[in-house]
Each structure stands twice: as structure tokens, then as C-alpha cells.
């Protein structure tokens, strides 16, 4: 007797996952769209991810090796590297569904009420992410407005501060334009299900 376990079980959706989204037959011109931006968010994210990597062995082959440690690693790796992991991550984490999510309650209710649901989801990401860029874009604005930079001479990177601060607007920005693309989506389609309850249920044997 064979034994099946369901993964992602009660979905509905009909859309094909790919590398950086989904692809679906309602909204493909919306798909192109988001996957774009999610695509070159996870390049983007990568990309610091090898840096991460690269500067953490530049450090230790110039500390161990010549016993003269860079000194700007640190401030590189907490001013730029990590935020453009965590913030340009996040884009394509939520495009492709990959975050934490606890959905043992949501697939139970009604399909019209788990509409509901990511309605009022989408809605509160492209809200949070709009005061995330506000927030973002004073701090960068007014690190550019009073020139705040690093002083010469100190083991930090002597850069604008504004250079990394503005990481996390533009990062904000475009995770809310890609929400506010799923709330659209979910406005303009029949109340009959989700439509941007991707994932369908497989099973797994």
C-alpha cells in the first residue's frame, strides 16, 4: 500500500512556479512584470551574498597572511552588503512565496473569504512598504542634504552616508509596486477564489 503526503495542501492556485515567481493564464502580463523585478532583485541579493563571501576572505588572507587586517570590512558588510541581502531578498521571497508562513488556518476558511484574506495581506504590504520608503528616503535625503560622510582617515570606507542608506527605499519601493500588482490582480478577477493564492496543492507520493 502506497502512502502520499500532501505538500502544500487546500491551495487552489493554477500558476507554474519558475525561478522568480509564477507564471499563470489570467495575468501573464502581470507575471512578466513581477518576475522581472523579482529577478533582478535576486541577482541583486546574490550578488551581495558573494561579496559577503569575498570580503570575508579577503579579511582573513590579509589577517592572517600579512597581519593587516582592511578594517572597512566591517562597515561594508553591515552598511551595504547585508541590507541589500535582507532588503532585495525580501522582494524575491515574497514574490516566490518562500517566507515563513503558517497556513494550516487560512486554507480552511472559505475560498471567497481567503480573497478576503490576501486582499486585506497585499494591502498591508504595499502600505508598510510605503512608509518603509518614506522613512527610508528622510534618512537618505537628509544624510545627502547635510553631507554626512565618513571622516578621512578612519578605517571605514570614507563614502556618503546616503549611499547606503537609499538601499532600503529603493528596496521598499519595489516590494510594494509587486504587492500592489497581487492587490490589483486580486480587485480585477472574479470573487469566486484567490487568484493570487499561487501555489496549487500537490501531492507527493
Request: some cysteine; glycine content about 8%; proline content about 5%.
Amino acid at each position: 500500500m502506497t502512502s502520499s503526503n500532501f505538500v502544500h495542501p487546500g491551495h487552489h492556485g493554477t500558476a507554474e512556479r519558475s525561478k522568480y515567481g509564477y507564471h499563470t493564464e489570467d495575468h501573464p502580463g502581470f507575471d512578466k512584470i513581477q518576475n522581472m523585478v523579482s529577478a533582478v532583485c535576486a541577482w541583486i541579493a546574490g550578488g551581495a551574498i558573494l561579496g559577503l563571501a569575498l570580503v570575508t576572505l579577503a579579511e582573513i588572507v590579509a589577517r592572517e597572511f600579512f597581519s593587516s587586517p582592511l578594517g572597512w570590512n566591517i562597515s561594508v558588510t553591515e552598511r551595504y552588503l547585508l541590507p541589500i541581502t535582507a532588503f532585495f531578498g525580501l522582494v524575491t521571497t515574497y514574490r516566490t512565496g518562500t517566507h515563513i508562513a503558517v497556513e494550516s488556518l487560512f486554507t480552511r476558511f472559505p475560498l471567497r473569504m481567503q480573497k478576503t484574506i490576501l486582499l486585506l495581506i497585499h494591502i498591508s504590504v504595499v502600505i508598510t512598504m510605503i512608509f518603509v520608503v518614506i522613512g527610508g528616503w528622510n534618512q537618505t535625503y537628509m544624510a545627502f542634504s547635510l553631507g554626512h560622510a565618513t571622516l578621512p582617515g578612519m578605517a571605514d570606507l570614507a563614502t556618503p552616508d546616503w549611499t547606503y542608506r537609499v538601499i532600503v527605499p529603493i528596496a521598499a519601493a519595489l516590494c510594494a509596486f509587486v504587492a500592489a500588482l497581487d492587490f490589483v490582480r486580486e480587485v480585477i478577477t472574479p470573487w469566486d477564489r484567490p487568484y493570487t493564492d499561487y501555489d496549487p496543492g500537490e501531492e507527493e507520493v
